[in-house]
Nanobody, 122 residues
Framework: QVQLIESGGGLVQAGGSLRLSCGASGRTNSDYAMGWFRQAPGKGREFVAAIAPNQLTTYGADSVKGRFTISRDTAKNRVHLQMNSLKPEDTAVYYC???????????????WGQGTQVSVSS
């Protein structure tokens, strides 16, 4: 059974940076597309970014383009989300996601992590 485990959340001031990481346990995920979603209080879960297994293709939501960067370390089976120039509206629980299909990981991933809280103060 594959499990996704996020780390790196926390509290940061507006304009600051955080780096989220996600690792998979149970089996290799090197052939899976990986992604990140977030859910702010009182709102639905929102797609943030995704990366293909070959790392050549990445997607990002318009709200984070130019500020967030997704990357993956295939050898360590980890995916990262570097978040710069954070804004209070980025406050949310961030979820790691995975799916064999890249398009699916941007919409309805088959695997989810438990989430990590990111809070940005003004």
């Amino acid at each position: 059974q594959v499990q996704l485990i996020e780390s790196g959340g926390g509290l940061v001031q507006a304009g600051g940076s955080l780096r989220l990481s996600c690792g998979a346990s149970g089996r290799t995920n090197s052939d899976y597309a990986m992604g990140w979603f977030r859910q702010a209080p009182g709102k639905g879960r929102e797609f943030v970014a995704a990366i293909a297994p070959n790392q050549l293709t990445t997607y990002g939501a318009d709200s984070v383009k130019g500020r967030f960067t997704i990357s993956r370390d295939t050898a360590k089976n980890r995916v990262h989300l570097q978040m710069n120039s954070l804004k209070p509206e980025d406050t949310a629980v961030y979820y790691c996601a995975a799916d064999p299909v890249l398009e699916a990981v941007t919409r309805t991933p088959s695997l989810w992590g438990q989430g990590t809280q990111v809070s940005v103060s003004s």
